[in-house]
């Protein structure tokens, strides 16, 4: 009985693991965000011209609770309307990518490197991606960070993502470019065994050529690592990372 026990309790631990990473992809970011989101959806549809016929549906393909809705029932509406219709839910704080049910014109194009941009931005406002003292190899409290971080960019697969290395004006300056690039690329190695697409990210050090306005090249604070989502528009790079050792 023991040896048919082990592979039916494998099995079942298996099966709970599958779940618990769909619910990471899903994009759910806190328990009882897709509620609120679906709650304010429908009002700002409304506004934007979809009337009671278009939905907003917060739920993953594996049926978890997601901030990145599917827009259903625009069947009839020009791609104007349709457009309009995306960017009103997009704007709804919290919002992830979109799509189209009938997937005939994708709202990802008008929202989601944007929108993947602020959500790293949030990531990074309160937290650091750190390393280990005068190091490339990130520092195993930072892991999960990293986690988050290839989540939130997961939905942005296809755009081209710039991951950039600073430091402060310490040290050779050659040294610095150097160490700053490998940071980048220590970032961008760990976001690919995350699953982000290799040819879709770039990583390159700029060592202390441009501290962040208002700081003296010399600060700590200057020792960061930006993200850029690149798109048609200019985007605001990534809050700066607390000052930790070289």
């Known amino acids: 009985m023991t040896l048919l026990r082990k592979p039916q309790f494998a099995l079942t631990m298996g099966l709970l693991a599958c779940l618990a990473l769909a619910y990471v992809i899903g994009g759910a970011s ?16 409304a506004e934007a011209g979809g009337g009671e016929q278009v939905r907003a549906r917060f739920v993953s393909p594996n049926g978890w609770p997601s901030r990145h809705p599917v827009l259903s029932g625009a069947e009839a509406l020009d791609e104007r309307t349709r457009a309009r219709i995306a960017r009103a839910v997009a704007d709804i704080p919290g919002v992830g990518g979109i799509r189209w049910s009938d997937g005939d014109m994708m709202a990802e194009d008008y929202v989601s490197p944007l929108h993947c941009q602020e959500d790293v931005q949030g990531l990074l406002r309160a937290r650091t991606i750190r390393f280990e003292e005068g190091s490339s190899r990130i520092d195993p409290s930072s892991r999960p960070l990293i986690d988050e971080v290839a989540t939130a960019l997961r939905p942005c697969l296809g755009a081209r993502i710039r991951i950039t290395g600073h430091t402060d004006s310490s040290g050779a300056e050659a040294t610095n470019i150097a160490l700053s690039a490998e940071r980048a690329e220590a970032v961008r ?11 879709g990210i770039r990583a390159l050090g700029e060592g202390s050529a441009r501290p962040v306005a208002g700081l003296d090249v010399s600060d700590p604070a200057n020792r960061r ?8 528009q200019p985007l605001v790079p990534t809050p700066v990372d ?3 050792p070289r």
């Not at 806190?30 to 549809?45: F, K």
């Not at 190695?189 to 040819?199: E, K, Q, V």
């Not at 690592?225 to 048609?232: D, G, K, L, Q, R």
């Open 189 to 199: 190695d760990a976001l690919i065994r995350r699953g982000i697409p290799a040819n």
């Open 225 to 232: 690592i930006e993200f850029e989502v690149i798109s048609t």
């Open 30 to 45: 806190a328990p009882g965000l897709a509620d609120r989101l679906a709650a304010q959806a429908p009002a700002v549809i």
């Open 242 to 244: 607390t000052p930790a």
